[in-house]
């Protein structure tokens, strides 16, 4: 549009000009004829005319019948003339049938009026003319292909933000391109953002995926401990009732009376028991924290819980090989360390037999973990039981077990305690039978 503009009024004020320059030009020939000057001196082309004051044409050089011509009066140069002294006009001639350019001058009681073609067609435009138009058209294709390369680079990243926008919208990903320059990288740089966005509202989603997860596992894993609860508690407590309820309603024998008290006692300890070891898993896992850390000296601890069962042990006609050197520090909680012999002395006594060897060694010492063994050799645990063995309540014989008192709770409390202590627990049988236990602990 800027060009076409230039274009037409350059067109505008050139054709000013020639109307000038020719405007001159007639002047000047007017001039000469009013002078009387040479004739060959003027254009063979120059057309002359004498009109009378009256508007007769009295003379004209190219019409040879002057009586077909009209009266002159009223064509605007005589007008003009007639008003100012001169005057021009453009017009197609009805005589000659082409445009001339008139000039009018009063001529004493005349009028003269000389005329030239007139042509201002873009032929001949060009060839008085073309220096100009060159330039113009070069200087016009330059800048067009300036434009052109310029809005292509950024109408390229605009149109690329453009697929960006609306792949994103559907939830699209594509290829993008961005061509370097200060849009590209802008571009560039609200994608990779966009991206990062993206990203991290996945990982965000994810991540609350596994909260809701793990909050539905540990409520399903607390509802599975409470039912356990309450069918561990049910027994015992239905035991020590209808003991209770048989001494409060019939006449019993001083005898019998004895032993249903007795009995009563047996299940309130199994009770008190169940509830030990209930409120110490549960504080282990809840609220770990809470056991004190000091330095515990392993073999002391064991020689603890021998001199606490001592009792039982002899009863039960088993001896014990303790081999754990006395150097043996751990940093960790003295009460969960004592649990873990505890647990696993008691269930020699509960479920190995008569006469059975208890061997405590070190299997490996470094500066960051021990590794200890303890085994009996006595009635020992059939391998399929040994995937589920260290889960709470699990009993390998169910009516067994909870006859000689286990909760099905103590190598659940092992295995936690050890872990507490950054260690792991495995069991299995040993060559000479019985069972196995090799654990780790962490030394700091
Ligand atoms: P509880 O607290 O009832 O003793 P545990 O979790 O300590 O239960 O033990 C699970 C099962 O492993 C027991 O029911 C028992 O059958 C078996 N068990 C554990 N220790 C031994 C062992 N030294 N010899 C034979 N069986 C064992």
């Known amino acids: 549009m800027f060009g076409t503009g230039v274009f037409v009024f350059q067109q505008y004020r050139e054709a000013n000009y020639r109307k000038q320059a020719l405007e001159n030009i007639l002047k000047s020939y007017a001039g000469i004829i009013q002078r009387g000057g040479v004739t060959d001196a003027l254009p063979s082309n120059l057309r002359v005319t004498i009109v009378k004051g009256d508007g007769q044409v009295i003379f004209d050089n190219e019409v040879e019948d002057l009586n077909s011509m009209d009266n002159h009066l009223q064509r605007p140069e005589i007008e003009s003339a007639l008003s100012k002294g001169e005057g021009v006009t453009i017009r197609h001639s009805q005589s000659k049938k082409q445009d001339f350019f008139y000039y009018a001058v009063r001529y004493g009681d005349n009028y003269l009026r000389v005329a030239l073609p007139f042509d201002l067609e873009l032929k001949s435009q060009l060839s008085n003319d073309n220096v100009f138009l060159l330039f113009f058209l070069l200087f016009f294709v330059a800048a067009l292909i300036f434009v052109l ?13 453009h697929r960006f926008a609306t792949a994103t919208d559907k939830g699209e990903n594509i290829e993008l391109n961005f061509i370097d320059n200060e849009l590209g990288d802008i571009s560039r740089q609200i994608a990779h953002n966009y991206n990062l966005l993206i990203e991290s509202e996945a990982r965000l989603a994810q991540e609350h995926q596994k909260l809701l997860e793990s909050t539905e596992t540990s409520r399903r894993m607390k509802h599975e401990m409470t039912g356990n609860i309450a069918h561990e508690l049910k027994t015992p407590v239905a035991a020590v009732r209808g ?4 001494l409060l309603s019939q006449k019993v024998p001083l005898e019998r009376q004895q032993q249903f008290l007795l ?32 330095s515990v000296n392993l073999l002391d601890t064991l020689n603890e819980v021998l001199y606490d069962l001592q009792e039982e042990i002899t009863s039960a006609g088993d001896s014990v090989e303790d081999n754990l050197p006395d150097t043996l520090f751990v940093n960790g909680s003295r009460t969960l360390i004592y649990s873990i012999f505890r647990n696993l002395v008691e269930n020699t ?3 190995a037999g008569r006469g059975v060897t208890i061997s405590v060694d070190l299997l490996a010492g470094s500066e960051e973990y021990y590794t200890i063994s303890y085994r009996d050799n006595g009635a ?30 103590g190598l659940s409390i092992v295995r936690n305690a050890v872990a507490i202590h950054r260690g792991e627990i495995s069991v299995s049988t040993p060559p000479q039978g019985g069972v196995e236990f090799i654990f780790t602990l962490a030394v700091k």
Do not use: M, W
């Open 149 to 161: 390369v310029i809005s292509d680079r950024f109408g390229n990243n605009i149109s690329q933000l």
């Open 243 to 246: 003991y209770i309820e048989t």
């Open 263 to 294: 009995r009563c006692h047996d299940q309130i300890i199994r009770l008190s028991h169940l509830i030990d070891d209930i409120s110490l898993i549960t504080k282990i896992e809840e609220a770990p924290t809470l056991f004190a850390k000091e």
């Open 349 to 351: 006594l509960k479920y």
């Open 380 to 409: 020992g645990i059939s391998s399929e039981h040994f995937p589920r063995l260290f889960e709470r309540f699990y009993r390998v014989d169910y009516g067994r077990s909870r006859e000689g008192g286990g909760s099905g709770l």
